[in-house]
């Protein structure tokens, strides 16, 4: 592969997908190691800043998932240090990491995204369970891997989903439900790379039907006419771009019984273990994991002007 100069891999983390990211980071070092390159691991921890300046490296790979590591946090580090990175951006990693202002920013650019309440303590549940259809599903804003997330029918179940939800983070918001298929776009250096549509026995694809369970089905390819997929990819490409996304993300979406979609979340760190999206789709697309750790890696020095 070509040479990057020293290669450090961000993993580990102190957030609830800390083990996620360890195996994320993983991966990717083991990769890079059997291609030759100078690279070391780095499990972040309280004092990053003091973890970094302590080594020479030339070039981050960002394995990290949820906040510190995905949320602009680590970026503004890195910024700060005039070293390259992986993936988006300060201020897209922010965005997409808050799904209610990502939510905003999509309906105010005319994308099509579910209906939604940010709730409070405070909050009539009657009428929002309404408004909703006595259909939703609960999510903490900031958080990834599907953690703490649950899903609704009633005004009663709507407030005890919430104060689950508060665990993991102050900001909670409740969406409506859209009954259908699930797909996610990985798109890599600007391009949608092959739909993946998920199938799980699960209520909806949870924590643990993402990294545990045998019996989801990742459908490849996923069902959708050429013309329903090419107009997916084109949905996902905007709607990562409207929020500043860069290098590589994946985008959550659904198509309801009526063969509407509906964007759900944007994920500018998604997984990289062996029951990760974006290497599935970039092997469909005929590019190995090596090739995709490394074209990120180029994507990236390229970008920040290496």
Not at 16 to 31: F, K, M, N, P, Q
Not at 266 to 276: F, K, L
Request: proline letters at 3%; a negative charge; one cysteine or more.
């Amino acid at each position: 592969m070509q040479d990057l100069g020293k290669i450090v891999v961000l993993m580990g983390g102190t957030s609830a997908e800390r083990e996620v990211s360890l195996r994320s980071g993983g991966e990717v070092y083991r990769t890079l190691v059997e291609a030759g390159a100078n690279v070391e691991a780095v499990d972040i921890r309280d004092h990053a800043i003091h973890q970094l300046t302590d080594i020479e490296f030339d070039i981050a790979f960002i394995a990290l998932h949820g906040r510190g590591g995905e949320d602009g946090t680590i970026q503004g580090v890195l910024e700060w240090m005039n070293k390259p990175y992986t993936g988006s951006g300060v201020m897209a990693s922010a965005l997409a990491m808050d799904k209610w202002r990502t939510k905003m920013i999509w309906m105010a650019a005319g994308l099509p995204t579910p209906p939604a309440f940010l709730l409070s303590q405070d909050c009539n549940w009657n009428e929002i369970s309404k408004q909703l259809e006595e259909n939703a599903i609960v999510k903490p804003a900031r958080e990834g891997s599907s953690i703490g997330m649950r899903r609704v029918h009633n005004a009663e179940d709507l407030k005890a989903s919430y104060e689950f939800a508060c665990q993991y983070d102050g900001m909670v918001l409740a969406e409506r439900w859209v009954q259908g298929k699930e797909f996610t776009v990985a798109i890599v250096d600007g391009e949608a790379l092959p739909v993946i549509q998920l199938k799980t026995s699960h209520e909806f694809y949870d924590y643990d039907a993402k990294y545990q369970a045998n019996d989801t089905q990742y459908l490849l390819p996923c069902g959708l006419a050429a013309d329903e997929e090419a107009l997916l990819q084109n949905i996902a490409l905007k709607a990562f771009d409207v929020l500043g996304g860069q290098g590589w993300g994946r985008i959550d979406v659904m198509q309801d019984e009526a063969g509407q979609f509906w964007l759900l979340e944007a994920n500018t760190s998604p997984g990289m273990t062996d029951h990760s999206l974006v290497p599935m789709a970039a092997r469909a697309h005929g590019m190995s994991f090596t090739d995709l750790v490394t074209r990120l890696l180029q994507e990236a020095k390229l970008r920040h002007g290496g």
